[in-house]
C-alpha cells in the first residue's frame, strides 16, 4: 500500500476491524512512520439480467425491489420480507458459476417466494411477471395456486 505522506510502497498493519461492509485498516509506514488509514472491500462482479428478447442489463436491486413492493401494495408483507426475497435472488447469482441470469429465472424465484407469503401479491406479481394476456391466464394461476394450497 502506497504512503500517502511520501510515497513509500511497503507499510505495516498495525490495526485490522470490520467497519460496515468493509475492513479498517490502520498502517505505518516503514520510511517515514507515518500512521494512515485505509479501508478493504469485496469487489463483486457484474450481475447481468437476460431479457426475455436477448438482451443484456445490469442487475438492479432497486428495480426488483419495486417491482416487489407493487406486488404487495396493501398486503401484510413486511418490509424484511421483502429484502428476504432480493437477498435470496442475489444469492442465486452467487451460487451460480455465471454472473449471468434470465429474467424469467428471477421472476421464477420471486413468484415463488409470494406464494408462500401471500396469494394476493402472488397473482399481482404473476400477472406482470407471466404477462397475462386475458382471463383465462388469471384463471389458471389462480387455480395452480389453489391446488398447490390444497396439497400441503
Request: with cysteine; aromatic share 8%; charged share 35%.
Amino acid at each position: 500500500m502506497k504512503c500517502p505522506y511520501c510515497g513509500n510502497e511497503d507499510s505495516k498493519v498495525i490495526d485490522s476491524r470490520p467497519a460496515d461492509d468493509r475492513k479498517r485498516r490502520r498502517r505505518i509506514c516503514l520510511r517515514c512512520g507515518k500512521r494512515f488509514t485505509t479501508y478493504e472491500i469485496v469487489e463483486q462482479p457484474m450481475r447481468i439480467v437476460v431479457k426475455r428478447d436477448g438482451t443484456l442489463e445490469p442487475f438492479d436491486r432497486n428495480k426488483l425491489l419495486g417491482g416487489i413492493y407493487h406486488a404487495i401494495k396493501k398486503r401484510p408483507v413486511t418490509v424484511s420480507q421483502v429484502d428476504a426475497i432480493a437477498d435470496k435472488v442475489e444469492d442465486a447469482y452467487s451460487s451460480g458459476w455465471s454472473n449471468q441470469m434470465s429474467s424469467d429465472r428471477i421472476g421464477a424465484l420471486v413468484l415463488e417466494e409470494l406464494r408462500h407469503l401471500d396469494h394476493i401479491a402472488y397473482i399481482r406479481f404473476a400477472s406482470v411477471y407471466q404477462d397475462f394476456k386475458d382471463m383465462a391466464g388469471f384463471i389458471a394461476a389462480i387455480t395452480a395456486l389453489d391446488d398447490s394450497s390444497e396439497k400441503k
